[in-house]
């Protein structure tokens, strides 16, 4: 099926430290995997994002790193701040080709992060 | 560049009446559209897929007659709650995606939270 798995669903940490959180996609032909911060009430953002034809990125502290063979990708935030304190969600693409194709994004369950002063 | 706008921002309406959300694409054609919903403390879950000038394509399990979906140009998708109850509550999101190979990024609304008294 197309399932996106997020870990963990919550996660405290004090400010300045870093924050890792891990997701998983069940379809091998996924090729783009987007992270987004959600503040109660509010839009998705995006904040970072890959394709499969790279395995890391990089924007200031936020860094992305995918494991195509494992199907497996990571948001790592260095430097903690107060104001990273939000819900952030992993997607993965599902896709397929041809007459009835489809490309669509599908979530993973969120992480509530908090960043303690 | 890039901009949602959903409409209304918020709508509390009787069980058993229908209610109607529009979201535009402001400064781009967007060939496809997306919506979703968000339960409190839950994660999207996309109900269908919308592409200008065809029908919709439901995710298994969003009723079709009750959600009725449609494109009817490249900057505008409406989504109506058809017989509306209580349990529709929710905060419903749309996206819109640019047309084009490299066009993976989908442009989120500001959401429309539903409340069915």
């Known amino acids: 099926g197309e399932n996106v798995e997020q870990h963990p669903s919550t996660l405290s940490v004090q400010e300045g430290d870093s924050a890792v959180i891990k997701c998983t996609y069940s379809d091998s032909a996924s090729n783009y995997f987007p992270w987004y911060k959600q503040e109660l009430g509010k839009r998705p953002q995006l904040i970072i994002d890959i394709r499969s034809n790279v395995g890391e990125k990089k924007d200031q502290r936020i860094a992305v790193t995918l494991n195509k063979t494992a199907k497996h990708f990571s948001l790592h935030i260095t430097e903690t701040q107060p104001e990273d304190s939000a819900v952030y969600f992993c997607a993965a693409n599902f896709r397929r080709l041809g007459t009835g194709g489809y490309n669509k994004l599908i979530f993973g369950a969120g992480t509530r992060l908090a960043v303690h002063p | 560049g890039a901009v949602v706008s959903q409409h209304p921002s918020w709508v509390i309406c009787k069980s058993g009446t229908s209610v109607k959300i529009e979201c535009r694409s402001l400064d781009f054609q967007a060939t496809t559209m997306f919506w979703y919903r968000q339960f409190p403390k839950q994660s999207l879950m996309l109900m269908a897929t919308?592409?200008?000038?065809?029908?919709?394509?439901?995710e298994q399990g969003v009723e079709k007659d009750k959600f009725l979906i449609n494109h009817a140009s490249l900057t505008l998708s409406t989504l109506t709650v058809t017989s509306a109850h209580p349990e529709d509550s929710s905060f419903y999101i749309c996206?819109?995606?640019?047309?084009?190979?490299?066009?993976?990024?989908?442009?989120f609304g500001p959401g429309t939270r539903l409340t069915v008294t």
């Open positions: 996206s819109a995606r640019a047309p084009g190979l490299a066009a993976y990024e989908q442009y």
């Open positions: 919308s592409n200008e000038g065809s029908k919709a394509t439901y």
